[in-house]
């Protein structure tokens, strides 16, 4: 089964927009090997609109634009596979993608076919354009049934942006992830914005089916389609977090081929990763709300997690109650935790939790829940 962890990869649209031919989708794959991200776990490398041409041809087939891809798209795919990693293309369940190309509505069997047939390993679909009177649940559906009609596995990743309260339906459509949001933008208010969206949604996504907050903005640092300011260090770092923390599925927006070392040694935080790929998905407990919220959450392994995340511009001194969980000192267990980003250790907790947490900053703590005597 796929999405049985959030799934990684990296997608052209934040970056590069219309911008893109074969080359950049080559160059992102050797950077995602030669950096260490695929041995981290990025796999996808998708292709986002803007690939086809404005007509489709006499047999009804999308065609790939010939002066963006003068081998096709098979090719492509085959050197995507060539170097370990998957292939993902975009369409849109309306009649034209939201930038203007010819897209699924009524063609859904035709192109999924198409996509097998050239060895893609995952669709992101869009909702532009889609008649009014039809609904998120049957298109989606339908492209769900026709990618699995073609007999090759194929990551159906759902995009709608949250509309029709899509967490309650899109599971039952065979999609393995789905965005929640709208479009991001690299600057903290909107990494903000979407992240506090989803938090008390979070119990609908899990194994098979991920609330996908969008693409990463982590170390665009202002350049690209989604430019919108940039972040500091410390903000990125917080957003990857809160990705993280969500279990959002992990696309990289950026462009590798610019991106600072300490930006890409960010989105190969082994901690964070983990907390990301855990395998029991769990929702988090929502211990504290707004713009400074706490969470906890159960991992594998009987461990667990307590985050910290102050989205204000000033710093603050923040506190988890463990009675907020049902955890009293008299239960006689406490919590032995670390914090995941400096190793420092808490020693036994048994009451709260107390941290002093940098403006735009996080800290998350993990480890074990011990008996004391
Ligand atoms: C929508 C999606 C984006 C991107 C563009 C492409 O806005 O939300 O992620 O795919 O379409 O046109």
């Known amino acids: 089964m796929l999405s049985m962890t959030p799934p990684m990869g990296w997608n052209s649209w934040n970056t590069f927009g219309r911008n893109i031919d074969e080359a950049l989708f080559r160059q992102m794959a050797d950077l995602i090997v030669e950096k260490g991200l695929k041995d981290v776990g990025y796999e996808y490398v998708v292709i986002d609109d803007c690939w086809a041409l404005k007509q489709r041809d006499e047999n009804g087939k999308l065609v790939a634009d010939p002066a963006k891809f003068p081998n096709g798209i ?18 849109c369940a309306g009649s034209r993608t939201c930038d203007g190309y010819p897209s699924s509505f009524g063609y859904e069997f035709v192109d999924a076919q198409t996509f097998a047939d050239w060895g893609v390993d995952f669709l992101k679909y869009d909702f532009c354009f889609r008649p009014k009177l039809t609904n998120g649940p049957i298109l989606y559906n339908r492209m769900g049934m026709a990618l699995k009609a073609t007999g090759r596995e194929i990551l159906f990743s759902a ?7 899509t967490e309650k339906w ?8 789905y965005r929640s949001t709208y479009d991001i933008r690299d600057n903290f208010d909107s990494i903000k914005s979407l992240a506090l969206s989803q938090v008390d949604k979070l119990a609908y996504s899990g194994i098979g089916c991920f609330n996908d907050i ?8 202002n350049k690209g389609l989604a ?32 991106m600072t070392d300490d930006d890409i040694e960010l989105l190969k935080n082994k901690e964070l990763l983990a907390i990301n ?7 988090p407990v929502v211990l504290a709300g707004g713009d400074r919220p706490i969470f906890f959450k159960h991992l594998d392994n009987g ?4 985050a910290f995340f102050n989205l204000t511009d000033g710093e603050a001194t923040m506190y988890a109650e463990f009675f907020d969980i049902g955890i009293t000192p008299e239960c006689g267990h406490g919590f032995e935790l670390r914090d995941i980003m400096t190793g420092e250790e808490t020693g036994f907790v048994k009451d709260y939790l107390g941290t002093k947490v940098e403006p735009f ?7 074990k829940f011990v008996k004391k005597n």
């Open 361 to 367: 900053g996080f800290k998350i703590f993990r480890g």
């Open 170 to 177: 899109i599971r039952s459509t065979g999609a393995h992830m």
């Open 74 to 91: 098979k090719a492509l795919a085959d050197y995507i596979h060539s170097k370990g990693l998957k292939f993902g293309m975009y369409s």
């Open 277 to 283: 790929q855990d395998k029991e998905a769990r929702p």
């Open 159 to 165: 995009c709608n942006w949250g509309e029709f309260e």
């Open 214 to 221: 969008d693409m990463l903005v982590t170390g665009m640092r």
């Open 227 to 258: 430019a919108g300011g940039g972040c500091t260090d410390v903000q990125y770092a917080t957003h990857f977090a809160l990705w993280c923390f969500f279990q959002s599925p992990l696309m990289i927006g950026g462009n590798l081929s610019i």
């Open 303 to 306: 461990e667990y997690a307590i």
